[in-house]
């Protein structure tokens, strides 16, 4: 049987921590001049995927 290989777009968006998933903040690339500061700054904090959606990342990372 052949080797089952993993979503390679979500390889590239999610990094698997000790107990977390990171993932990539959403509306930070462009059109920041008109975003408040306090927006863009909460922007650059880690975030991490809903328990909600563990299992189906999971499963796009180790197949």
Request: aromatic share 6%; hydrophobic share 30%; charged share 40%.
């Amino acid at each position: 049987m052949p080797k089952m290989k993993s979503v390679r777009g979500a390889s590239k968006r999610f990094k698997v921590g000790k107990n977390k998933i990171k993932r990539g903040s959403a509306f930070r690339s462009h059109i920041l001049t008109k975003k408040s500061p306090k927006r863009k700054r909460s922007a650059r904090q880690e975030h991490f995927v809903h328990k909600a959606d563990e299992k189906a990342v999971r499963g796009m990372l180790y197949k």
